[in-house]
Structure formats: structure tokens, C-alpha cells
């Protein structure tokens, strides 16, 4: 059973940094393709970034060029470093395994930021 563990929410001002992590148990971590999502007030949870395993990148409009993510393979670990946070990008955020034959998608519990003005 798959495990992902968010980490690395606050509360931080506008334009302030935050770096989110996700650590992930299991064996497979280097050959599934990843994401990040958050939901915030309305009822749908979007994607942010996600990242293949082959290492390709993808993000929503409203977060290119502030947002980044990155894997660690050895250590079994996604994160999401977050710059010139803005209002807007207050949510809880969650990280996705995607699915590969054989074995389901995996959510984590999710991590909370806050930002205020």
C-alpha cells in the first residue's frame, strides 16, 4: 500500500516562499508520473504541476514561472517550491500518484497554505 505524506503548508504573507514536500512509500516511486493539486474554496480540486517520470514538466497558467516542481528519487520524495506567493493560492494542496498497470492512483492527506496580505 502506497503512503504519501504532504508537508511544508503555513501561513505566509503575500509574496513570500514555501517549499511543499510529499514523501512516498513504496518501491515504485521513480517510474510513476506525479502531481500536485490544491482545492481551495470552490468545489473543485485543480492541478498545479504535475511531472513524469521521465522528468516532464506541466503547469497551470496561473502558476508558471513561480511555481516548481521537482523529484528526488532516492529519497522518494516530490515537492513543490512555491514563489511570489499570491492571495489566490490559498488552498489545501495534494499530492497524486497517478495510476501505472497493476497499481491504483494514490492521494495524500494534504497540506494547508495560507496566504494573506
Known amino acids: 500500500q502506497v503512503q504519501l505524506v504532504e508537508s511544508g503548508g503555513g501561513l505566509v504573507q503575500a509574496g513570500s516562499s514555501l517549499t511543499l514536500s510529499c514523501a512516498v512509500s513504496g518501491r515504485s516511486f521513480s517510474t510513476r508520473s506525479l502531481a500536485w493539486y490544491r482545492q481551495g474554496p470552490g468545489p473543485e480540486r485543480e492541478i498545479v504541476a504535475a511531472?513524469?517520470?521521465?522528468?516532464?514538466?506541466n503547469y497551470v497558467d496561473s502558476v508558471k514561472g513561480r511555481f516548481t516542481i521537482s523529484r528526488d528519487n532516492a529519497k522518494n520524495i516530490l515537492y513543490l517550491q512555491m514563489n511570489n506567493l499570491q492571495l489566490e493560492d490559498t488552498a489545501i494542496y495534494y499530492c497524486?500518484?497517478?495510476?501505472?498497470?497493476?497499481?491504483?492512483?494514490?492521494w495524500g492527506q494534504g497540506t494547508r497554505v495560507t496566504v494573506t496580505s
Open positions: 497524486y500518484m497517478y495510476p501505472s498497470p497493476g497499481l491504483p492512483g494514490s
Open positions: 511531472q513524469s517520470s521521465g522528468g516532464n514538466t
